[in-house]
Each structure stands twice: as structure tokens, then as C-alpha cells.
T-cell receptor
């Protein structure tokens, strides 16, 4: 199993550009989530999904869109990049929303810089 | 006020020391308490998980939860240089707790720990 994979590893965008951060898992997990990590702020939840076709907002959803058309993939879209979205983005997955508290696997992260 | 507060450190200790890492929280609905370890430029990995109050031990690591004080701790005994990492606490509530926080983890800011030989 590859676990949770994220692409790209690094990305530089100009203000106003859009892009999609990819996340995939091969563990047949129902629960997937996106976090951003900023210095002094810890990890903050952006969006999460409890299954294909079901998504919900987290703590900091503004400026981001998600969709979940398959169990394996959970892409995060930046609609119009802003410097405030410079961060490290982590995708995570768990077997279900009832196991995410004790069994959540994180991807290696995407480092995004918006100039 | 943040729901979860964690002293960011940094914390530097000699090899073999006992390390104490702590978090406080304000949301009384939190029932699940987790500690994650994150090495530099890597994703977090779950270290320990506790439900409700009490202690849990796993090798050199002990997690404690004091719900009356809204305070959780992670103790590392006989610390090793390989323990050098950022430690993040995280919390979540029960389902149907009357709020919307189930399914979501709330993290502390993380404490940077260095164990020097």
C-alpha cells in the first residue's frame, strides 16, 4: 500500500491563480480531510469528507473547494490564490469517521507559496 | 481564545531526561485526546490516543487526561535524540454531543522538542 499520497510536493503560485492539490489513498478509507499548517497555529481543518459525495467545512474553509467523487481521491481546489494561503497542506484519511480519533494517516504534505 | 492551547517551546533536554508536554482546552465536549509526533518536513503520525479521563502507557510514553482541569499531558521517559520532533495534541468530541465538532480534530500549536546527546 502506498498509503496517503499528495501531489505536488512543492508549488509556487502567483496571486489570483488557481490550482488543485491532489490527495489519494489506497486503503479504502471512508474519511478524508485537508489541513493547513502555519507557524504558531498548529493544524487547522479546511474541509473533510465522510464518504464519496459527502463533504463538510472545517475551521478555515474560505477560499477552498473540495469534492469527493470516488473513495480514493479528495482534491483541494484553490479558487483564486492569495498570499494568506501560503502554507503547508496535509491530507489525512481514516477507515471511517468513527475511527478517525485513533487511526488517522497523514500524507507527506504540499508546500505552497503564493507570491 | 483558542479552544486548545499548547506551549510552543522550544524545549531542549539532555538525553535520558523525563519530558512533560501539556495542553489545556476550553471545550468540555472534548472526549477524545490524541498526541501526534511530527518530524521535520513530514506529516504527523499518531503517537497515543485516550478516551475520556485517565492514564495510558505505551513503552516510554504516558498520556494523562484530567478533564476536571481540562488539562492533558504527555510524558516521555528516558528521552532519546530520536524523540526530537514537534509534538501536537489534538482533541475531538463525541458524536451527538450537541455540537458540530464530531468528525473534526482540533489541534494545539505544537511543541518543538530537541533531545541532545
Amino acid at each position: 500500500n502506498a498509503g496517503v499520497t499528495q501531489t505536488p510536493k512543492f508549488q509556487v503560485l502567483k496571486t489570483g491563480q488557481s490550482m488543485t492539490l491532489q490527495c489519494a489513498q489506497d486503503m479504502n478509507h471512508e474519511y478524508m480531510s485537508w489541513y493547513r499548517q502555519d507557524p504558531g497555529m498548529g493544524l487547522r481543518l479546511i474541509h473533510y469528507s465522510v464518504g464519496a459525495g459527502i463533504t463538510d467545512q472545517g475551521e478555515v474553509p474560505n477560499g477552498y473547494n473540495v469534492s469527493r467523487s470516488t473513495t480514493e481521491d479528495f482534491p483541494l481546489r484553490l479558487l483564486s490564490a492569495a498570499p494568506s494561503q501560503t502554507s503547508v497542506y496535509f491530507c489525512a484519511s481514516s477507515y471511517s469517521m468513527y475511527t478517525f480519533t485513533y487511526e488517522q494517516y497523514f500524507g507527506p504534505g504540499t508546500r505552497l507559496t503564493v507570491t | 481564545q483558542k479552544e486548545v492551547e499548547q506551549d510552543p517551546g522550544p524545549l531542549s533536554v539532555p538525553e535520558g531526561a523525563i519530558v512533560s508536554l501539556n495542553c489545556t482546552y476550553s471545550n468540555s465536549a472534548f472526549q477524545y485526546f490524541m498526541w501526534y509526533r511530527q518530524y521535520s518536513r513530514k506529516g504527523p503520525e499518531l503517537l497515543m490516543y485516550t478516551y475520556s479521563s485517565g492514564n495510558k502507557e505505551d513503552g516510554r510514553f504516558t498520556a494523562q487526561v484530567d478533564k476536571s482541569s481540562k488539562y492533558i499531558s504527555l510524558f516521555i521517559r528516558d528521552s532519546q535524540p530520536s524523540d526530537s520532533a514537534t509534538y501536537l495534541c489534538a482533541m475531538s468530541s463525541l458524536p451527538n454531543a450537541g455540537g458540530t465538532s464530531y468528525g473534526k480534530l482540533t489541534f494545539g500549536q505544537g511543541t518543538i522538542l530537541t533531545v541532545h546527546p
